[in-house]
């Protein structure tokens, strides 16, 4: 035991290092001290007068040790929650840094991000629409990988997968919904594509229903007009777009068919190349 207690007061001497003027042990390599005394009240109690310290290069050596592990960690993380996030892998690419720079209404993307703190206290939600292929879902997947990769859960999906899930009974449909509304952002992509059956818009409704009562975030994509969600078809519809239009700041999509435009740039690589 005396053995190991002394242990812990030995300083590890390299060839290098040397001793100074205050009788200390320097290092060699950064001429830092790897000693330091005890105050003169603590001596009596640990029978030494001095104890090992951290030189300058075995300080910096710690600290890139440490924010590796924490990159580490924080990549993990990020990982984790994209994995969990996303019912698409192609869901990760739509970020920020792969714009394209076609989608006129990203800046606002940016800006809700910024203002998460503010939008998450505020309950402000968005509701994007506009016609196929105008950056919808690029604009949604671009918040929630930022997001993400700020180490906030995120969760991404559609009420076709969702429908799926709950028919499948994977587990009770109140403890999937409330594992849906618990995500500090819930974002529902292609709105209004799901199947139209009495069960289908039940389930719809008690979705955007209880993620109202939750008072968190709710971003939805849609092809639908707000003329289409003013003016309801029946009364299964009208208690669902209710629910939307008190949640969600309708967002208008101009511009082009940016999947018909790639489409039509992709086929005119493959004529060239077949030339």
């Known amino acids: 035991m005396t053995n190991d207690f002394e242990k812990i007061f030995d300083t590890a001497a390299e060839p290098e290092d040397y001793k100074g003027e205050d009788g200390l042990l320097y290092c060699g390599k950064c001429r830092t001290p790897k000693e330091a005394y005890f105050p003169a009240d603590k001596i009596a109690l640990f029978g030494r007068d001095r104890h090992p310290a951290e030189c300058k290069c075995r300080r910096a050596e710690r600290m890139e040790r440490e924010a590796a592990e924490q990159r580490r960690k924080h990549l993990d993380t990020v990982e984790d929650l994209k994995r969990k996030g996303f019912t698409d892998t192609a869901m990760r690419r739509w970020t920020f840094e792969n714009d394209n720079g076609k989608c006129p209404q990203l800046p606002m993307a940016r800006k809700y991000v910024k203002r998460w703190e503010q939008m ?138 940016i999947r018909r435009a790639a489409a039509q740039q992709k086929m005119e690589r493959l004529k060239e190349l077949l030339k």
């Open 120 to 257: 998450q206290a505020e309950n402000g939600g968005l509701l994007l629409w506009g016609k196929v292929g105008t950056g919808k879902s690029y604009f949604a997947g671009c918040i929630a990988n930022a997001l993400m990769e700020q180490e906030i859960p995120v969760k991404m999906t559609n009420f076709a997968v969702v429908l799926n899930d709950l028919a499948a009974g994977f587990e009770g449909r109140n403890e999937y919904i409330s594992r849906l509304c618990s995500y500090p952002l819930l974002i529902l992509d292609d709105f209004g594509m799901e199947r139209g059956t009495e069960y289908g818009l039940e389930q719809v409704y008690h979705v955007i229903d209880s993620r109202s009562r939750s008072e968190k975030p709710l971003i939805v994509t849609t092809n639908l007009t707000p003329d289409n969600l003013q003016n309801p078809q029946d009364t299964a519809h009208a208690r669902i777009y209710d629910r939307l239009l008190e949640m969600c700041v309708p967002v208008f999509f101009t511009g082009e068919n």
